[in-house]
């Protein structure tokens, strides 16, 4: 059974996309069964792998909110799995606010998706809000990147 580890950080510009592709793709050259499920409405991991947004069909938008099979949204690309995302994920926040269990709802979608592969990372976007929650509570294991500059040191 895989292990569903979030890539997360309130911050943008630390990383996080960066180390989620690639992590993805050193994985999966090392003949591990790798998903990356992009988790950000920018989609820049979408992209990263090789897929072209403006041609994605069902994205983890379509599994999230309209209750699409997961499997059905994969896409192959020669990195790595990908669940892409899209500029439609940015309204799932406020989709979600009724929802019941709705801190939850990742971790529905990427739960049957376990079996089928070893490493699932969730590449999250920058902030503290639902999206993020999701990713959080989905995750048997986050990663933080953090920026190490001497502005950080005062």
């Not at 180390?19 to 003949?31: C, I, W, Y």
């Not at 009724?98 to 939850?104: I, K, T, W």
Request: aromatic fraction near 6%; glycine fraction near 10%.
């Amino acid at each position: 059974m895989g292990r569903i580890i979030a890539i997360v950080n309130q911050k943008g510009g630390v990383g996080k996309t960066t180390t989620a592709v690639n992590l993805t793709a050193a994985l999966t050259e090392r003949g591990k069964r790798t998903l990356l499920c992009d988790f950000d409405p920018q989609a820049n991991a979408t992209s990263g792998l090789g897929a072209d947004k403006r041609r994605i069909g069902k994205t983890v938008y379509d599994a999230l909110i309209n209750g699409t099979a997961p499997e059905q949204c994969l896409l192959e690309t020669k990195f790595g799995w990908l669940l892409p995302s899209s500029s439609s994920l940015a309204g799932a926040g406020v989709e979600l606010i009724g929802a019941q269990d709705r801190e939850h709802q990742l971790r529905r979608v990427l739960e049957p998706l376990k079996e089928k592969f070893d490493y699932i990372f969730v590449d999250c976007p920058p902030s503290l809000e639902l999206l993020t929650l999701n990713g959080l509570c989905a995750a048997d294991g986050i990663l933080v990147p953090v920026p190490v500059s001497y502005t950080h040191l005062r």
